[in-house]
């Protein structure tokens, strides 16, 4: 073979390598980049089992998310609840009316899931993963029925008469697309005002009081604003019916999965018909949401806030803590007696109420300044012990529940076997709640003996809980 003949050859079989490598190598990134997208699809699922908790983010309105007469209520709350129970996991809520937010907060991981009444759309699966459909709704205009107030010609009978009209819609929904599409369809433009601040069922309220002439939603909550507002009609109906779903972030497809068997079960259960029934059906929800006591239309947790906001402020408290110990422990009323002999709204002992200074257990002001005094002199008690306030406070409703010392000898089983005294969850608290086990409460370190537990953790997690909804949603 000649000198260029080997130099060829040479040449072919470098080239060769190098391609074979190249192969291999772009093999090799491929196959890392399929383990690594198929260990983000279970990461979503796997982290939620692992910690325990569930980042979901509803919407504040009368149907999804609200607080009446001090409990936390809502349709896409409760659904949450019944995921969360099948998961065996807490609910972490965030409240956003903005969708923005919504989707950004999905995409970067702040959130596992969306539970609101989202329409399904293909510009939309771009973005993120919609779930087995909850529901299937329609897009309605909603308009004040005519009369002195309301004249004819702005009465809308038919999807032509929207030409030329301004039509207020929350912004980044698929309202403005459907009205886009339709402007389209009918051949005139419309007016479409995207409202960055106020959500569906304000711009709704917004219409009743006629601040503006139209707006559009989803027939099934349009029908529920109804009830609240005699005056709306929405019967002008401007899409098909379009399907309602959570949604989860993009390429979780394991977690989607779950959630698509679980809907599918949870929606052929009593449960889930009951939970519709009530926001949806039932007559009782447009009192519910007249009432004073609804955290949108009124804004008021109980019949005693000023009082509370008085004397937790005296004290140094947050008013809405206060409210959510005196929900559980009278729900607000002021007679309440217990099997233990405890009296009133925060359920003060007599001897207790007397160390206090309580003249009149039954007297709501000297019973809610009472408790406060004892949630003073737990906090002090504990101060040093818990420098950290936001954990103090879970062993200062342990204390008011059970007694400071049962508290203590949990304190004392938790360093024994190695645990943190000053952590309450995974530490502290399961402690106290085997405190009935022989195991624990004749243990050496233990100087109060036996005790239930349990009922004082649920306490503490009930109350933390419903502080938590009152925050979201109570203004300070």
């Not at 896409?76 to 809520?93: G, M, N, R, S, T």
């Not at 933390?464 to 203004?475: K, M, Q, S, V």
Request: aromatic share 12%; charged share 25%.
């Amino acid at each position: 073979m000649s000198y260029q003949g080997k130099y060829n050859l040479f040449v072919k079989i470098v080239f060769l390598s190098v391609l074979v490598v190249f192969l291999f190598s772009c093999r090799g990134e491929k196959s890392k980049s399929h383990k690594e997208k198929e260990k983000e699809e279970l990461s979503v699922l796997l982290r939620i089992q692992e910690t325990g908790i569930l980042k979901v983010v509803i919407d504040y309105n009368s149907t999804n998310y609200f607080v009446y007469r001090g409990k936390p209520m809502g349709y896409q709350y409760e659904l949450v609840l019944a995921l969360c129970e099948d998961l065996v996991v807490k609910p972490e809520i965030t409240v956003s009316n903005n969708m923005a937010e919504t989707f950004q907060g999905l995409q970067s991981g702040r959130f596992d899931l969306v539970a609101k009444n989202l329409t399904v759309t293909r510009a939309r699966r771009e973005e993120l993963t919609f779930t087995k459909p909850l529901k299937q709704t329609r897009q309605v205009v909603v308009q004040r029925k005519t009369s002195n107030q309301t004249p004819d010609s702005l009465y809308l009978n038919t999807t032509l008469e929207l030409a030329g009209k301004k039509i207020h819609v929350q912004q980044n929904t698929t309202y403005y697309r459907r009205l886009v599409h339709l402007s389209e369809e009918i051949g005139h433009p419309i007016e479409i005002v995207e409202d960055s601040v106020n959500g569906v069922e304000q711009l709704v309220a917004m219409v009743a009081r006629g601040e503006i002439n139209y707006t559009v939603c989803d027939e099934n909550v349009a029908l529920l604003n109804q009830s609240y507002y005699p005056n709306l009609d929405v019967s002008l109906k401007i899409s098909f019916p379009q399907n309602i779903a959570w949604a989860v972030p993009k390429g979780a497809h394991n977690w989607k999965e779950y959630l698509d068997r679980w809907i599918v079960q949870f929606k052929k259960t009593g449960k889930y018909r009951q939970i519709y029934h009530q926001y949806f059906e039932s007559p009782r929800t447009a009192a519910r949401y007249n009432s004073g006591f609804h955290s949108i239309s009124g804004g008021k947790i109980s019949e005693y806030d000023p009082l509370v906001k008085d004397l937790a402020a005296k004290y140094g408290w947050d008013w809405r803590l206060i409210s959510s110990v005196m929900y559980h422990e009278s729900r607000f009323d002021p007679e309440a007696e217990s099997w233990a002999g405890a009296y009133g709204l925060m359920q003060l002992m007599p001897a207790t109420a007397e160390s206090l200074g309580v003249d009149s257990i039954l007297d709501p002001r000297q019973n809610i300044e009472g408790g406060i005094l004892l949630l003073n002199w737990l906090d002090e008690q504990l101060l040093t012990a818990i420098p950290d306030s936001s954990e103090r406070i879970k062993f200062v409703l342990a204390s008011y529940n059970i007694g400071l010392g049962h508290v203590k000898d949990a304190q004392r089983l938790a360093r024994k076997h190695g645990k943190n005294s000053q952590v309450w969850e995974n530490s502290v608290d399961y402690y106290l709640r085997n405190k009935s086990s022989e195991t624990y409460f004749k243990d050496p370190v233990v100087k109060w003996g036996y005790a239930r537990g349990e009922e004082a953790y649920n306490f503490v997690y009930r109350v933390t809980g419903n502080y938590e909804h009152y925050r979201n949603l109570i203004p300070e």
